[in-house]
């Protein structure tokens, strides 16, 4: 069994970890560890139990959150093929700093046992390099956590980020730094990304596939994938793109968030894209029901702002549609996030009762 063959290197915080040593370390810390030592602890004897599969959880922050089987051997693969893209080595240093509970933190536990990684497991909070004062070759954060990270993030070598997309703000403030920051491109099914886009030094526009992936559009203009390294059958996404080949594409948005607006059809993603290069507090837009129009495209931000203004000033763009102009805007005290950090849309908007 593939999955049984823990490199030799691989180290759990400070310890050497054979594949008999991981029965004996993952019965302490669902003992004795505290309660993300637990989680690593539960998906460690999933890993080296005889069954094939693990069941994953989904987020949730694009529908209702589900549970799905993924195959070990795929996630063996996954984890070769980004070691591959990334030249990580046997020794080298990872962070893990997201829950296990869900695929990505799940994957960095899989990396560092598949390819002999020395990885220093933390709690998952929104500042995880806080009171760390060491460096690392690699690690994976969603981008609130790299925005909390800007002073520190020069001790890691390269990050992927992923969840969520990175504002144009965030994208601006990494440009010179000295780490490699990479977004990510992939969902639960695929386990993690199947596509990275470069974001700092040298910055690339469009997301590269990984080897052994072919790339296609369905008849909605949708994403589908076709890896068979990762998924016994082609996985057919929500994510509209523009496809340059099939092995590179631009992400246009979702399109089961796609608002209707008067017979105009929005695609929030791309109006975010514009709107945060001047609007500093996290914030989404949404359509909401309306009399008139179906949908109303309204805006919403997180913290104590004057929204007036803020509309006054996404007035003024200049390559904003007379239809991306919000016709609401409101300011929230505190969205309402997934459990890994992800602004649940829906439950913020339900929360609100607009």
């Excluded at 596509?195 to 790339?215: C, D, H, R, W």
């Amino acid at each position: 069994m593939d999955w049984n063959n823990i490199h030799p290197d691989f180290q759990l915080n400070g310890v050497v970890v054979s594949k008999k040593g991981i029965t004996e370390l993952s019965c302490y810390l669902i003992k004795e560890g505290v309660t993300f030592e637990k989680e690593i602890g539960e998906f460690l004897q999933q890993w080296i139990n005889a069954t094939e599969t693990v069941v994953v959880q989904t987020s949730g922050s694009t529908g209702v959150p589900k549970s799905i089987e993924l195959q070990k051997k795929h996630m063996v693969n996954s984890a070769r093929a980004t070691g591959a893209f990334f030249h990580l080595k046997p020794k080298d240093s990872a962070l893990l700093c997201m829950s296990v509970s869900y695929i990505a933190g799940k994957m960095m536990l899989v990396r560092a046992m598949v390819l002999g990684l020395h990885l220093t497991a933390i709690s998952a909070k929104f500042n995880p390099l806080e009171g760390i004062s060491r460096a690392f070759d690699f690690s994976a954060m969603v981008p609130m956590q790299l925005q909390n990270s800007l002073d520190k993030i020069k001790s890691i070598k390269t990050v992927i980020i992923g969840g969520a997309p990175m504002s144009l703000t965030l994208i601006e403030k990494i440009k010179d730094i000295k780490t490699r920051v990479f977004e990510t491109y992939g969902m639960t099914e695929t386990i993690t990304h199947i596509a990275l886009k470069k974001i700092n030094k040298n910055s690339e526009n469009t997301f590269i596939a990984l080897p052994e992936v072919i790339l296609s559009k369905d008849n909605r203009g949708c994403l589908v994938i076709n890896a068979p390294q990762i998924s016994n059958i082609p996985v057919v996404t929500n994510d509209l793109v523009e496809l340059l080949s099939e092995t590179e594409f631009t992400w246009l948005g979702r399109y089961d968030s796609i608002i209707n607006s008067g017979g105009v059809k929005l695609i929030p993603e791309q109006i975010e894209e514009k709107l945060s290069s001047i609007i500093k507090n996290r914030f989404f837009v949404a359509g909401i029901p309306d009399e008139i129009l179906g949908q109303k495209l309204v805006l919403l931000i997180e913290g104590e702002i004057d929204t007036l203004e803020v509309v006054c000033k996404i007035k003024q763009l200049p390559n904003i549609g007379k239809y991306q102009i919000p016709k609401e805007a409101h300011s929230v005290p505190c969205f309402v996030y997934t459990p890994n950090g992800k602004i649940n849309r829906k439950a913020t908007l339900e929360s609100l009762n607009l």
